[in-house]
Nanobody, 119 residues
């Protein structure tokens, strides 16, 4: 299963970006998808996750500014990021967990998309 992120870029503080993640391959079902981020010199951290039923959870520092959503029919997940801050600068990674054809479970990561917020 392959994940491809898009939508990153350079934005001024206070601006917005919308990230997308498309999953493809031998997918039978996707149980959960999530966004994680990793800033230089820091560990990868959870941004937000969403279940197949639409239940969401967010990191506390982002829940009032970011919105995660998904289109199950398109195997696509989104992250709307508003009121961006310089400390949001990081590589954002897409993650998905589910089941492939013939019942094999999978956990996949995308290659990441860079988000840079200038002050």
């Amino acid at each position: 299963v392959q994940l491809v992120e898009s939508g990153g870029g350079l934005v001024q503080a206070g601006g917005s970006l919308r990230l997308s993640c498309v999953a493809s391959g031998t997918i039978f079902s996707i149980r959960a998808m999530g966004w994680y981020r990793q800033a230089p010199g820091k560990q990868r951290e959870l941004v937000a996750r969403i279940s197949s039923g639409g239940n969401t959870n967010y990191a506390d520092s982002m829940k009032d500014r970011f919105t995660i959503s998904r289109d199950n029919a398109k195997n696509t997940m989104y992250l709307q990021m508003n009121s961006l801050k310089p400390e949001d600068t990081a590589v954002y990674y897409c993650n998905a967990e589910g089941t492939e054809y013939f019942g094999s479970p999978f956990v996949s990561w995308g290659q990441g998309t860079q988000v840079t917020v200038s002050s």
